[in-house]
């Protein structure tokens, strides 16, 4: 893609992110309940406390001047104050996003791992028993909802078994330094080994959660990917030039069969950032999910508003990145 | 001259849910050294299973049911897949009728044609790459240091064509087979193409089998001539003698269902009736519900009847 196309298509995600936005804060205002009682709790605050409270807060003046401030403030970055952490809403989300990275990151990997070599396997030994087996995995894997999968495997792995961690990102005892904000990262560089496989193992149950209707999904593409690419010319051709099955299968069928698994990785990848929500409360990982789960019932406007946002830029981004991975990955396109 | 490419009653069939499909039945053909054998007939004749048969590459639900592909001393049907890999490319190589859907899309043309070098010779890659340069060079690309570059769907129709058969050439094999060399080419660019494929089996002295369903393309550059009708050979000869004194009905109507340019005038004949199913197929001759001469005696398998110079049908008119 040249630059200028590249620059265009960034230019086409503001009118996107403006009705966003729109949609957004009109939803939250909609929303029943108030922050200032729900703030207080109790019926002994003066109407003047409440009053004062409220003004502080900026719910004083109708919605749509709150509307336009909001915009103001956004395009500049500041978001304002967290209601429920009296400190501004952009430092709150930015010290929760690298455990959701981090997270989704290890996700992703699974799920593009164990979703392609199954679903190329599934595809290579069609209506076998490993393509059986994989297809009925997948069929539970998309149907089973994130909380409840959660759940079977806190029971099973950390109750029963007792072999990995229910909750959290690491013990308070591997605690290292702040580098990136990804543990796995931070604790390698600081040479901590024994923390490291302690932020592996909390890691374990909730990227597998996350992961798993992702890779099924993953797998069904590949495999009728795969499926398709096998039964093409050039595999034939491929075949008749004496290459080794090796190479058929993974320079010439899955470069082809990728193309459609790597566009559904990069689109779903921003269904992973709605499964966060549901995987991290259910984990108790601290991330930016969590955080916006209890802004929403702290009616905290602010927070959920920027949070928001954050996730619509991202799921823009991650549909351009989509874009440009088929364009890697077939040549024929030209964006 | 002892044949370069024997095939000994070579039966490849498919099993299907509606049957056994006998897609070759008692195929017997021999390529010479040096020779170009065409092999023509309709779509579903059995002309590119029974060569896809000899490099091994007939997928499930078909299998080789029985026969043997006599190559080089050995039985190509009885190889290991390790020991046929090795002949694919090599010694025996394939193009296909389409080079657009022949060629990996996703793939550069400088891979496509260095891993088949690279699959048989032990090179470094550099010489590889100077091998495929010389092929591209040697078929008439122009510029191919940029052009190797390329994707496939960067080039023409024709240039493609040329690529796919630089790439089936790039092991120097002792065999080549053109299956449709031609058919998904504009008529100006197919006459080309074919030159190109004889100047190549002169120029590396390899036999040539052309695939063809049309009879005139494969007259014009084959030495010999094999007919095939639903799963057999029905004709086989010099291809002289085959244009001059066909003695199989199917040969015939096949002629006469040609345009000649010297003879606008003269009307074109179809064959009438269609190609039979070739499931459940009775034994009789295969081409008497379409034949104008069928007789009683045609009720019954009719083998390949000689009629000397190496020329031979399968119709009871022969003997007579």
Not at chain 1, 71 to 95: C, Y
Not at chain 1, 232 to 257: C, M, P, W
Not at chain 2, 25 to 40: A, F, I, N, Q
Not at chain 2, 180 to 187: C, F, G, K, M, R
Request: charged share 20%; with cysteine.
């Amino acid at each position: 893609m040249s630059p200028l196309r590249l620059a265009e298509r960034l230019l086409q995600l503001i009118p996107v992110l403006l009705g966003i936005t729109v949609i957004v804060f009109f939803m939250m205002s909609l929303t029943p309940g108030d922050p200032v009682e729900l703030m207080l709790g109790d019926a002994r605050a003066t109407p003047e406390l409440r009053e004062s409270l409220r003004r502080d807060m900026g719910l004083d003046k109708p919605v749509h001047e709150r509307f336009v401030l909001f915009l103001g403030n956004a395009a500049s970055g500041e978001f304002g104050m967290s209601f429920h952490h009296r400190r501004p809403v952009s430092q709150v989300i930015w010290e929760r996003v690298p455990a959701t990275v981090e997270l989704t990151l290890a996700s992703m990997t699974i799920a593009l791992v164990a979703g392609i070599l199954l679903g190329v396997l599934a595809a290579v030994r069609r209506d076998g028993w490993i393509d059986r087996v994989a297809t009925v995995t997948s069929l539970v894997g998309v149907s089973m909802p994130g909380f409840w999968f959660g759940i079977l495997l806190i029971l099973l792995f950390a109750v029963t078994l007792g072999i990995l961690p229910a909750s959290g990102r690491i013990d308070y005892a591997g605690e290292v330094p702040f580098v990136t904000g990804l543990l796995l990262v931070d604790t390698l560089l600081a040479g901590r080994l024994d923390s490291f496989l302690d932020a592996l193992r909390h890691l374990i149950l909730p990227a597998t959660t996350l992961g798993l209707a992702m890779a099924a999904l993953l797998m069904r593409v590949t495999r009728s990917a795969m499926i398709e690419a096998l039964a093409q010319d050039y595999v034939t051709f491929a075949e008749a030039k004496g290459l080794s099955r090796a190479r058929i299968l993974f320079r010439h069928a899955l470069k082809n069969a990728l193309i459609p698994t790597v566009t559904a990785a990069a689109i779903e990848t921003g269904t992973l950032l709605g499964g966060n929500m549901i995987v991290e409360t259910v984990f108790g990982w601290p991330g930016l999910g969590r955080l916006v789960v209890e802004g929403i019932f702290t009616r905290n406007y602010p927070l959920v508003q920027a949070a928001v946002l954050l996730y619509a830029i991202t799921y823009v981004l991650l549909n351009l990145c989509a874009d440009l991975l088929y364009a890697t990955f077939n040549p024929r396109v030209r964006l | 001259m002892t044949p370069f490419l024997a095939i000994r009653d070579l039966r490849t069939t498919f099993h299907t849910r509606q049957g056994v499909v006998r897609a070759v039945d008692g195929v017997d053909l021999d390529v010479m050294p040096g020779e170009c054998l065409g092999v023509v007939g309709e779509s579903g004749s059995g002309k590119s299973v029974t060569f896809l048969s000899v490099l091994g590459l007939v997928k499930p639900p078909g299998r080789i049911e029985s026969g043997q592909i006599r190559f080089d001393g050995r039985d190509l049907a009885r190889l290991t897949p390790t020991e046929l890999r090795a002949v694919r490319g090599r010694d025996i190589a394939m193009t296909m009728q389409d080079a657009l859907t022949a060629l990996n899309p996703a793939l550069r043309v400088e891979e496509q044609i260095v891993e088949t070098i690279l699959a048989h010779d032990r090179l470094p890659r550099l010489a590889a790459r100077s091998k495929a340069l010389d092929m591209l060079r040697l078929l008439g690309i122009p510029d191919p240091e940029r052009r190797i570059r390329d994707y496939p769907h960067q080039f023409s129709g024709g240039m493609r064509q040329r690529v796919m058969i630089a790439i089936a050439l790039a092991c120097r094999p002792r065999l080549l087979i053109a299956d449709e060399p031609t058919t998904a080419l504009d008529v100006t660019i197919q006459a080309q193409v074919l030159d190109l494929i004889a100047a190549m089996r002169r120029d590396l002295g390899m036999s040539v089998v052309l695939i063809s369903h049309n009879l005139g393309v494969v007259a014009e550059h084959c030495d010999r001539v094999a007919l095939m009708y639903a799963g057999q050979v029905v004709e086989t000869g010099p291809t002289r003698a085959i244009i001059d004194r066909p003695r199989h009905p199917y040969t015939q109507g096949l002629l006469r269902s040609m345009p000649v340019l010297s003879d606008l005038d003269r009307p074109l004949v179809p064959i009438p009736g269609q190609v039979p199913s070739l499931v459940d197929l009775a034994p009789e001759c295969r081409f008497l519900p379409r034949c104008g001469q069928a007789a009683p005696e045609c009720r019954r398998e009719i083998p390949l009847l000689s009629m000397g110079e190496a020329h031979a049908a399968r119709c009871i008119r022969v003997a007579a």
